[in-house]
T-cell receptor, first 115, second 111 residues
């Protein structure tokens, strides 16, 4: 049981390049979230998903796209990276079942630098 | 839109003294979470609060939830240096399942 796994852990991009961050969870959770955290700041929600095949915008969705084709995977894409997207990205998942304690699981983070 | 506000943003503590961090939110919530984050690390789960009046304690930390006031508190008893970290609350909105974080409270415990 690996929990929530993010890949890659580190990446350096040039402005204009594209990339995809993968978040994988093995707990059969319904809800998954992508956040970014800038230095000294809190977590801001980029996009989230409440089930396979569904996605929704968070607070800062511009410049990002997401997909949830499989329940266990939530992908975050940057089509044309910009220096303003330099950040640490965190993925989280939790079950939607009301009977559960509702614990929220986080990945280890992915540090992205855009030059 | 759900807004989550923490205060204070920064808390300088003396060892042995008691302190409280506040988390206010603007709309009906389903769950409230408290997390700890050390520099350069991911978030570590502290508490999940599911209902009004819920109180949970772990060591020197105690969290409570008042859904009518839309307020949660994280109380630190007899602070020690190991508690230095940034603490976040997060609220899961009842409708739509959007999970929103507060801005965090940076805690520094001085000897």
């Amino acid at each position: 049981n690996a929990g929530v796994t993010q890949t890659p852990k580190f990446r350096v991009l040039k402005t204009g390049q594209s990339m995809t961050l993968l978040c994988a969870q093995d707990m059969n959770h319904e809800y998954m979230y992508w956040y970014r955290q800038d230095p000294g700041m809190g977590l801001r929600l980029i996009h989230y998903s409440v089930g396979e095949g569904t996605t929704a915008k968070g607070e800062v969705p511009d410049g990002y796209n997401v997909s949830r084709l499989k329940k266990q995977n939530f992908l975050l894409g940057l089509e044309s990276a910009a220096p303003s997207q330099t950040s640490v990205y965190f993925c989280a998942s939790l079950t939607g079942r009301a009977a559960n304690t509702g614990e929220l699981f986080f990945g280890e983070g992915s540090r992205l630098t855009v030059l | 839109e759900l807004k989550v506000e923490q205060n204070p943003l920064f808390l300088s503590m003396q060892e042995g003294k008691n302190y409280t961090i506040y988390c206010n939110y603007s709309t009906t919530s389903d769950r409230l979470y408290w997390y700890r984050q050390d520099p350069g690390k991911s978030l570590e789960s502290l508490f999940v609060l599911l209902s009004n009046g819920a109180v949970k304690q772990e060591g020197r930390l105690m969290a409570s939830l008042d859904t009518k006031a839309r307020l949660s508190t994280l109380h630190i008893t007899a602070a020690v240096h190991d508690l230095s970290a940034t603490y976040f609350c997060a609220v899961l909105k009842a409708a739509g399942n959007k999970l929103t974080f507060g801005g965090g409270t940076r805690v520094l415990v001085k000897p």
